[in-house]
């Protein structure tokens, strides 16, 4: 499809051959590669130009402000194994991705149970509904700080946080999964005589399964933050606790790198669980990159290129009711 | 070929004022190698008594029986959509409904694949093809079940005209080989005729108004003045006992 563009767009731009490396450098420019190493850069141009401001008004600023280089020095120490915190960066991520993957569990168990019943019984929807909003809105500070009274500092209260941060995304998530059960398929495994364990395991789960893979999509993100969060007030050790650990040393560069450490790690995590995963499963439905479609139509439209004549058609598409 | 008999076959939807009769004391018997169609207006109970001798509905009141020499007959199932599974593949979608996986079983499924020429789309999900390839796949499921009696609920009318003419060929064709007995839905008057040698006509509120044999030989072409002709006379039946009347 888009070779099909491109040639088109040649055709329309005519015979322009200075224009070359301008197209040329369009291309580059247009590419998602280059959108995307651009902002890191832009970012860092903001942030020096911030240390100036601020420091040109509040002189005291320049030791509380760290540096790029200062935290990216940081950073790499960090990933090369060295510091001064009790743990270095990879026994800290263990500690708290085993609390984070623990609550996760939990909360996917709980939250499914629920959200199927929710799903199938509108009394049990009414007795939770309420419940599931309040927990939603509840901050992560307030559960952090109860929990880390209620269960002092260990693992049990930083566990306890990611379970009641993900939990309302699964109910919530599970109960509209049960709610869009493909009926018509059920109907059409019973005029077949289908086992109903067939059923189950053939139509009934993958029917739930994007919904919680959504689900523990959300918990995954929003409960690394309530982890964190956690870790600083109830944890001996893991990321949030590791956070605080440099903001007590009065170490600036700490807490922005390590920080950036925990972005990184959980996009990287992210990357290569998710997005593998949901390849794996979801690889039936037809168009995963929907976005670049659309893209790729609105550029179509904005040249008005023609059509060019092996653009593919549907001539089995339902269309009319009809017959001849 | 199986033996379909429908007595005092009543059904009702909804209570008190909302009270719809979808089905009035339906009775009929079918048998042998069979293409029966069943026509009427919109509402007026086709799918419903289609659905009732599946067994996804249960009847208010009156008796179904479909037998196959004494026994329960075995059915199979086409929908107005395909109705496949769309996280499985074409073949697995066609064993999902088998007993079994075995390899005769995996045989027959391809055998029946490359009878609605998609032998080779048994890898493909079914949203890799097109409505027409989908609905096609959904009648090869149904026939590899090898049933005794098929049930077609407006197979062909979400798709295209062109589209639809073959596939009624197709199906003509598979019906010759096989004599599975077929009841098949349909509001396209020039499809029943096309297809089947018996046609039942519904009227408005459920009731059976009339039962036409038609005994052109197959394969009929739409295009034939006999064709068109038996066409003309089932309309005229239809306006004679007021079935195309619309309330």
């Known amino acids: ?324 | 070929m199986a033996e379909i008999t429908v007595q005092n076959l009543h059904k009702d939807f909804g209570l008190g004022a909302d009270k719809v009769v979808a089905l009035e004391n339906v009775n009929l018997s079918i048998s042998g190698k069979a293409f029966v169609s069943v026509v009427g207006a919109s509402g007026c109970g086709k799918s419903t008594l289609l659905n009732i001798l599946s067994g996804i509905e249960t009847p208010t009141s009156g008796n179904v029986s479909i037998t196959q020499e004494g026994r329960p007959a075995h059915a199979g199932y086409v929908f107005q959509a395909a109705r496949l599974l769309p996280w499985r593949t074409v073949m697995d979608n066609m064993l999902f409904v088998q007993q079994d996986r075995s390899k005769e079983t995996r045989e027959r499924c391809q055998h029946y694949l490359e009878m609605v020429q998609l032998g080779d789309r048994g890898d493909k999900f079914p949203g890799q093809l097109s409505g027409g390839m989908q609905q096609r796949v959904g009648i090869a499921r149904a026939f590899s079940t090898e049933p005794d009696v098929l049930f077609m609920d407006e197979p062909f009318s979400h798709l295209d005209a062109i589209t639809a003419r073959t596939l009624r060929k197709e199906l003509n064709t598979i019906w010759a080989e096989t004599g599975t007995t077929v009841v098949f839905v349909t509001h396209d008057v020039g499809e029943a005729v096309e297809l089947s040698n018996r046609i039942l006509v519904f009227a408005k509120g459920g009731r059976l108004a009339d039962d036409i044999d038609v005994t052109l030989p197959f394969p009929r072409d739409v295009a034939d003045t006999k064709v068109a002709v038996t066409k003309a006379e089932v309309f005229k039946t239809f306006e004679d006992i007021g079935a195309l009347a619309i309330s």
């Open chain 1, 1 to 324: 499809m888009s070779a099909d563009l491109r040639v088109a767009g040649r055709t329309t731009a005519g015979p322009q051959r200075a224009s070359r490396t301008r197209r040329a450098w369009r291309t580059v420019w247009r590419s998602p590669l280059a959108g995307r190493l651009t902002f890191p850069i832009v970012c860092l141009i903001v942030w020096l130009l911030a240390i100036k401001v601020v420091t040109t008004i509040w002189p005291f600023a320049v030791d509380v402000l760290p540096t790029p280089w200062q935290v990216f020095g940081f950073m790499f120490d960090e990933i090369m194994g060295k510091t001064v915190a009790p743990h270095n960066m990879y026994e800290t991520f263990a500690i708290s991705l085993q609390r984070l993957g623990i609550g996760m569990v939990i909360a996917l168990i709980i939250g499914t149970i629920i959200g199927i019943a929710m799903g199938l019984s509108k009394a049990v929807n009414a007795f939770f509904n309420d419940w599931v909003v309040a927990i939603l809105a509840m901050p992560n500070l307030a559960w952090a700080l109860f929990c880390s009274l209620a269960f002092g500092f260990g693992d049990i209260g930083p566990t306890i946080v990611v379970v009641l941060t993900g939990v309302p995304f699964v109910i919530i998530n599970v109960r509209e999964g049960v709610r869009n059960t493909p009926t018509d398929l059920f109907d059409m495994a019973r005029a077949f005589g289908v086992p109903r364990q067939r059923v189950i395991r053939q139509v009934l789960i993958p029917s739930l399964l994007p919904f919680l893979f959504a689900a523990a999509r959300y918990s995954f993100a929003l409960g690394w933050k309530g982890l964190v969060v956690a870790e600083v007030f109830g944890g001996q050790d893991g990321a949030g606790w590791t956070i605080k650990f440099w903001y007590d040393a009065h170490r600036a560069y700490g807490v922005v790198g390590y920080a950036l450490l925990f972005v990184i790690f959980a996009l990287v995590f992210e990357k290569l669980m998710f997005d593998q995963l949901s390849k794996r499963l979801f690889k039936w439905r037809p168009a995963i990159d929907a976005a670049d479609v659309v893209e790729a139509r609105f550029d179509a439209q904005t040249k008005a290129a023609p059509q060019p004549p092996t653009a593919p058609s549907a001539p089995d598409h339902p269309r009319s009711n009809d017959h001849g």
